[in-house]
């Protein structure tokens, strides 16, 4: 009998649990975003080529370690008789396990451990399953927060799952809902986009799917044509020659021996596209998706030690290895897209896995086995057939949810923003998602007394502002509140302040919107109000906001003075992010002494937080403090806030070990060519301990990114 039910459970996980964030509002580049192409690439994939990464008004998640405790983690289970989907509705609605019940098997990576890494927009991202990204280039800034999620029923009474949210960046709203109808061997999700707005703006998805890496795991596609980015450059390539890697059949990522992806370019007109992972024992993994979420990708840590003490780092020891396969609705995750005023995107995606003849996937060239495993996934879901599937799920999606229907809350800023369309006439929201009032709470509270009170409730400048805000139809609100009676306070202008200097044009693609900003515009003001502020109330946050701006506009030694005089304020010490970011700047400034001073000059509890001992390492090893970094940061236990792409460690491993070397050999003071041709003999004597390597790749000086 085919059965199909949905469940509330939870799980216990080893796990280093999330601890805070990061106060200070993180502005976004103003700098250029387009990408440097070669001659030869196609003038097509130009179009709209240019990303850009934006935080505001979400705060960095990077306070986690590695100490793991056993955490309980809240499910949704889906299942019927050949598939059991978890999702973690606390985490951005992941999909932590897909599990095939017919052949017994786990089909994704299901990772073994809770372990934020330093790889999302805010910082904490956890490895495994499927993730949805929404909002601007990155892992998404709920990959580590809770959405709301609701258990509807569809026209014959069976239930499936809704998750939403209202994304604050793109002042947009993104639904998804699953479906594992009775009988059927696919998920399915369809995901809606909503621009409920009068303007337009640019969006972002990426599906993003890690499966086990086996060592002979083969990615296969609907497509072979990709764009391949990199340290060297854009490059447009046929898979599974790939110029990086001469000789090396890239449609198998264990040949690449750095981290690495490229991006399957599906061809105009095509209606829907696939991509898998083959396993070595002929088990498969797929996707299959509609129009627009045509185009894939292909990520990979690289064939090396720390590629593969990245994977384990982010799981256990000896597990978590794994490629990801991912689907979007842009050429790359480098290209913008534009999201027109009142309108939605919306398709669907299903996933499956089926046992195969090993031999034609693997033993065969990669056109055979594309069209081999093409016509296997054909017999499972043809794409007719998912386009009516598409059809009648698109009914579904409009389904409204009733507050009873929730069995899972996200944050209160749906709930507020709600409200001012209401009051303003805006909007409105979406009617087939819910946001209700009693998720508003104290991050929301100061916006929500200027919608009714009319003024923006003045805080204490000793204490952290419970959020930020950079909508500009908020910036209007608060901007007509400071003529009113209490209006005008140290507060109201700061958080004008931050909303100016983060004004940007949203109606056009990021290459276009950075020609046409208004950057030097806006900055003035910005800086104008937080001026203002500070002669209403000196503050560390107006002083921090006016060192943004100073160093935006390359001037050095006015940033640096905005800095001393915020640590001559008592509330330098409210958090260990402003200490954080200035011996950052220091020490790229290379002002080495200050940066030490400055450590020094910390209380010891705060003299342990692991980013500041990477600051004052950097310090310390150009100022030859080598005791420091023998007995305090190759002592340190294993470091948690690492960033992807992020060499600091052992950039100083090689040159305390060629400084050591120098001692050795009588050699005074090392500098220049000397100290190079050191260092290039630790790079070959000297390999790094495990737990301190997190290059992506073996290579020397090899990057990881074209640098922009």
Same mark, same amino acid.
């Not at 999620?149 to 026209?155: G, P, S, T, V």
């Not at 509609?290 to 384990?312: D, R």
């Not at 050591?660 to 000297?686: D, F, N, T, Y």
């Given at each position: 009998?085919?059965?199909?039910?949905?469940?509330?459970?939870? @799980?216990?996980?080893?796990?280093?649990?999330?601890?805070?964030?990061?106060?200070?509002?993180? &502005?976004?580049?103003?700098?250029?975003?387009?990408?440097?192409?070669?001659?030869?690439?196609?003038?097509?994939?130009?179009?709209?080529?240019?990303?850009?990464?934006?935080?505001?008004?979400? +705060?960095?998640?990077?306070?986690?370690?590695?100490?793991?405790?056993?955490?309980?983690?809240?499910?949704?289970?889906?299942?019927?008789?050949?598939?059991?989907?978890?999702?973690?509705?606390?985490?951005?609605?992941?999909?932590?396990?897909?599990?095939?019940?017919?052949?017994?098997?786990?089909?994704?990576?299901?990772?073994?451990?809770?372990?934020?890494?330093?790889?999302?927009?805010?910082?904490?991202?956890?490895?495994?399953?499927?993730?949805?990204?929404?909002?601007?280039?990155?892992?998404?800034?709920?990959?580590?927060?809770?959405?709301?999620?609701?258990?509807?029923?569809?026209?014959?009474?069976?239930?499936?799952?809704?998750?939403?949210?209202?994304?604050?960046?793109?002042?947009?709203?993104?639904?998804?809902?699953?479906?594992?109808?009775?009988?059927?061997?696919?998920?399915?999700?369809?995901?809606?986009?909503?621009?409920?707005?009068?303007?337009?703006?640019?969006?972002?998805?990426?599906?993003?799917?890690?499966?086990?890496?086996?060592?002979?795991?083969?990615?296969?596609?609907?497509?072979?044509?990709?764009?391949?980015?990199?340290?060297?450059?854009?490059?447009?390539?046929?898979?599974?020659?790939?110029?990086?890697?001469?000789?090396?059949?890239?449609?198998?990522?264990?040949?690449?021996?750095?981290?690495?992806?490229?991006?399957?370019?599906?061809?105009?007109?095509?209606?829907?596209?696939?991509?898998?992972?083959?396993?070595?024992?002929?088990?498969?993994?797929?996707?299959?998706?509609?129009?627009?979420?045509?185009?894939?990708?292909?990520?990979?840590?690289?064939?090396?030690?720390?590629?593969?003490?990245?994977?384990?780092?982010?799981?256990?020891?000896?597990?978590?290895?794994?490629?990801?396969?991912?689907?979007?609705?842009?050429? *790359?995750?480098?290209?913008?897209?534009?999201?027109?005023?009142?309108?939605?995107?919306?398709?669907?995606?299903?996933?499956?896995?089926?046992?195969?003849?090993?031999?034609?996937?693997?033993?065969?060239?990669?056109?055979?086995?594309?069209?081999?495993?093409?016509?296997?996934?054909?017999?499972?879901?043809?794409?007719?057939?998912?386009?009516?599937?598409?059809?009648?799920?698109?009914?579904?999606?409009?389904?409204?949810?009733?507050?009873?229907?929730?069995?899972?809350?996200?944050?209160?800023?749906?709930?507020?923003?709600?409200?001012?369309?209401?009051?303003?006439?805006?909007?409105?929201?979406?009617?087939?998602?819910?946001?209700?009032?009693? *998720?508003?709470?104290?991050?929301?509270?100061?916006?929500?007394?200027?919608?009714?009170?009319?003024?923006?409730?003045?805080?204490?400048?000793?204490?952290?502002?419970?959020?930020?805000?950079?909508?500009?139809?908020?910036?209007?609100?608060?901007?007509?509140?400071?003529?009113?009676?209490?209006?005008?306070?140290?507060?109201?202008?700061?958080?004008?302040?931050?909303?100016?200097?983060? @004004?940007?044009?949203?109606?056009?693609?990021?290459?276009?919107?950075?020609?046409?900003?208004?950057?030097?515009?806006?900055?003035?003001?910005?800086?104008?109000?937080?001026? +203002?502020?500070?002669?209403?109330?000196? *503050?560390?946050?107006?002083?921090?906001?006016?060192?943004?701006?100073?160093?935006?506009?390359?001037?050095?030694?006015?940033?640096?003075?905005?800095?001393?005089?915020?640590?001559?304020?008592?509330?330098?010490?409210?958090?260990?992010? &402003?200490?954080?970011?200035?011996?950052?700047?220091?020490?790229?400034? +290379?002002?080495?002494?200050?940066?030490?001073?400055?450590?020094?000059?910390?209380?010891?509890?705060?003299?342990?937080?692991?980013?500041?001992?990477?600051?004052?390492?950097?310090?310390?090893?150009?100022?030859?403090?080598?005791?420091?970094?023998?007995?305090?940061?190759?002592?340190?236990?294993?470091?948690?806030?690492?960033?992807?792409?992020?060499?600091?460690?052992?950039?100083?491993? &090689?040159?305390?070990?060629?400084?050591?070397?120098?001692?050795?050999?009588?050699?005074?003071?090392?500098?220049?060519?000397?100290?190079?041709?050191?260092?290039?003999?630790?790079?070959?004597?000297?390999?790094?301990?495990?737990?301190?390597?997190?290059?992506?790749?073996?290579?020397?000086?090899? +990057?990881?990114?074209?640098?922009?």
């Amino acid at each position: 009998m085919n059965t199909m039910a949905v469940s509330i459970g939870v @799980m216990t996980i080893p796990g280093a649990p999330l601890e805070g964030c990061n106060p200070l509002p993180m &502005f976004h580049k103003k700098d250029e975003v387009n990408m440097v192409t070669p001659p030869d690439f196609p003038e097509k994939l130009k179009e709209n080529l240019g990303g850009r990464s934006l935080v505001l008004p979400y +705060r960095m998640q990077d306070r986690y370690s590695r100490k793991r405790l056993p955490l309980k983690m809240k499910t949704i289970i889906m299942e019927n008789e050949y598939l059991k989907a978890t999702f973690w509705p606390e985490n951005g609605g992941k999909l932590y396990s897909l599990f095939d019940k017919v052949h017994n098997c786990e089909l994704l990576m299901a990772n073994p451990a809770y372990q934020p890494g330093n790889l999302a927009l805010r910082n904490a991202w956890l490895s495994g399953g499927i993730e949805w990204n929404f909002g601007a280039l990155g892992h998404h800034y709920f990959t580590c927060s809770p959405l709301f999620a609701a258990i509807l029923k569809d026209e014959n009474g069976e239930e499936f799952l809704r998750m939403y949210e209202y994304e604050r960046t793109k002042c947009a709203v993104y639904q998804m809902d699953f479906h594992l109808p009775a009988g059927s061997p696919l998920l399915y999700a369809h995901v809606k986009l909503f621009n409920p707005f009068d303007q337009d703006t640019t969006t972002y998805w990426w599906t993003n799917i890690a499966i086990p890496e086996d060592g002979n795991t083969r990615v296969l596609s609907s497509a072979e044509q990709v764009i391949v980015f990199s340290a060297e450059g854009l490059s447009y390539e046929k898979v599974p020659d790939i110029s990086l890697f001469p000789g090396k059949d890239l449609s198998y990522p264990h040949h690449a021996t750095r981290g690495f992806d490229y991006f399957f370019q599906t061809p105009d007109g095509a209606r829907s596209a696939w991509e898998a992972g083959a396993y070595k024992d002929g088990m498969v993994f797929f996707d299959r998706s509609v129009a627009p979420l045509l185009y894939h990708k292909m990520f990979c840590w690289g064939n090396h030690a720390a590629g593969k003490h990245w994977q384990e780092y982010l799981a256990q020891p000896g597990q978590g290895y794994y490629i990801e396969i991912q689907a979007g609705i842009a050429r *790359s995750q480098m290209h913008d897209k534009l999201f027109p005023a009142r309108s939605t995107i919306e398709w669907t995606q299903c996933f499956g896995g089926m046992r195969l003849d090993r031999a034609k996937l693997h033993d065969t060239s990669l056109p055979e086995a594309n069209a081999y495993l093409g016509e296997q996934i054909d017999e499972v879901i043809r794409e007719d057939e998912l386009m009516t599937v598409n059809e009648r799920l698109a009914g579904l999606a409009l389904l409204p949810v009733a507050e009873g229907q929730l069995v899972h809350q996200g944050s209160g800023w749906g709930a507020l923003e709600a409200l001012r369309c209401q009051r303003m006439g805006d909007g409105p929201l979406p009617e087939s998602v819910c946001f209700p009032f009693s *998720s508003i709470g104290e991050e929301q509270y100061p916006w929500y007394a200027l919608l009714t009170n009319g003024v923006l409730p003045e805080e204490s400048a000793d204490v952290i502002p419970p959020s930020w805000m950079v909508d500009p139809k908020w910036l209007a609100l608060l901007e007509e509140s400071l003529d009113r009676p209490g209006g005008e306070t140290w507060c109201s202008r700061l958080h004008q302040g931050v909303m100016l200097n983060e @004004m940007m044009d949203r109606c056009h693609v990021a290459y276009e919107a950075s020609r046409w900003g208004r950057y030097g515009e806006y900055r003035g003001k910005a800086r104008q109000a937080l001026e +203002r502020s500070l002669a209403l109330q000196p *503050s560390v946050w107006a002083l921090r906001c006016l060192f943004a701006i100073a160093d935006e506009e390359g001037d050095e030694a006015r940033a640096e003075q905005y800095y001393d005089q915020l640590f001559a304020l008592p509330a330098a010490l409210v958090d260990f992010a &402003f200490a954080s970011e200035f011996m950052g700047w220091l020490t790229r400034k +290379r002002k080495y002494e200050k940066a030490w001073a400055l450590y020094e000059s910390l209380p010891a509890s705060m003299q342990k937080t692991e980013r500041l001992i990477l600051h004052a390492a950097k310090a310390a090893i150009k100022l030859r403090k080598l005791d420091f970094i023998r007995d305090v940061v190759f002592a340190h236990e294993e470091y948690a806030d690492i960033k992807e792409g992020e060499c600091s460690l052992t950039d100083i491993w &090689f040159e305390y070990c060629a400084l050591q070397m120098a001692a050795e050999r009588g050699i005074a003071h090392p500098e220049g060519a000397v100290l190079e041709e050191l260092m290039e003999e630790a790079w070959v004597k000297c390999p790094p301990p495990a737990e301190i390597d997190f290059r992506m790749s073996a290579e020397r000086k090899a +990057r990881y990114r074209m640098e922009q």
